[in-house]
T-cell receptor, first 115, second 111 residues
Framework: DQQVKQNSPSLSVQEGRISILNCDYT??????FLWYKKYPAEGPTFLIS?????DKNEDGRFTVFLNKSAKHLSLHIVPSQPGDSAVYFC??????????????FGQGTRLTINP | DGGITQSPKYLFRKEGQNVTLSCEQN?????MYWYRQDPGQGLRLIYY???????QKGDIAEGYSVSREKKESFPLTVTSAQKNPTAFYLC??????????FGPGTRLTVL
């Protein structure tokens, strides 16, 4: 059962325009969400996160939106740059009161920024 | 510099052999994790450890074993019982924030 889904395997965007990556989840216990960026043969790099008590979080060119009623989150990148070309993973967790946090990852979306 | 290191970057194994992947962190993080990535898929949790001398199975622990004798080290052994071990293996750790930080990964290929 895929608890976190990224339904678009790939996305192509022109440089300078907005990139919107989407993620859906099914587990209503998830209360913390993260986006990671990954290049081939490298570890994922943390981009931005959002807690379920918020519906928006911004960090520079990156904004994450959370719609809890729809169990949907999205990552907006504005403006898109060639260096943004990578695979983006959405991840979710139900934060424990203490101890380790188990992340559940989506399948990833490959973003390509065209000049 | 603080960070997570994994070694080796590439590893080749013959069928039937056990192999151990190294993960070291100098971030003073308590929790550490092992994930596996297969082509076209997300990361799947193999094992995790909240503190020294404690570890828990993740979603796909069969055929793997771990130890956590030191805070900074969390080695993963891929045993011959793992049916399809060829994959990209990632180690991560968490400190006082909820963000997991990842190492560069080890690509294991079974010949």
């Amino acid at each position: 059962d895929q608890q976190v889904k990224q339904n678009s395997p790939s996305l192509s965007v022109q440089e300078g325009r907005i990139s919107i990556l989407n993620c859906d989840y099914t587990n209503s216990m998830f209360d913390y969400f993260l986006w990671y960026k990954k290049y081939p043969a490298e570890g994922p790099t943390f981009l931005i996160s959002i807690s379920s008590i918020k519906d928006k979080n911004e960090d520079g060119r990156f904004t994450v939106f959370l719609n809890k009623s729809a169990k949907h989150l999205s990552l907006h990148i504005v403006p898109s740059q060639p260096g943004d070309s990578a695979v983006y993973f959405c991840a979710a967790s139900a934060r424990p009161l203490q101890g380790a946090q188990k992340l559940v990852f989506g399948q990833g979306t490959r973003l390509t920024i065209n000049p | 510099d603080g960070g997570i290191t994994q070694s080796p970057k590439y590893l080749f194994r013959k069928e039937g052999q056990n192999v151990t992947l190294s993960c070291e962190q100098n971030l003073n993080h308590d929790a550490m994790y092992w994930y596996r990535q297969d082509p076209g898929q997300g990361l799947r949790l193999i094992y995790y450890s909240q503190i020294v001398n404690d570890f828990q199975k993740g979603d796909i622990a069969e055929g793997y074993s771990v130890s956590r004798e030191k805070k900074e080290s969390f080695p993963l052994t891929v045993t011959s019982a793992q049916k399809n071990p060829t994959a990209f293996y990632l180690c991560a750790s968490t400190g006082w924030t909820d963000t997991q930080y990842f190492g560069p990964g080890t690509r294991l290929t079974v010949l």
